[in-house]
């Protein structure tokens, strides 16, 4: 199992808009081949920071979902209340079978 964690930077005052597109977006990949899982942090005391953890059978099922049509249509809603492009790290078990 791998997790990605998907940092974004919100456009002051569009935290309302945010919140119902990456709803949409997680609701979304519920019907995704390998999707574990997930959660929306927001950074306390900086409403403009958000944090996305989800949880991936392997890399070829986040990898086929980020290339989805439904997640590029997710992405156009998300992506323009977005100050900066979001950044994507992957996260694998440091100790295998534990």
Known sequence: MIKIII???I???LEEEYEQAAR???R??????GFFGGESLV????SDRRVMITKWRDLRAWKEWYT???RLRAMQYLQPLLTEEEKIRIYEPAFPGL
């Open 28 to 33: 979304e990949s519920l019907g995704a081949s």
């Open 43 to 46: 950074e306390q005391g900086h």
């Open 68 to 70: 989805s049509e439904a």
């Open 11 to 13: 456009m002051p005052g």
């Open 24 to 26: 949409q977006a997680l």
């Open 7 to 9: 940092e974004r930077r």
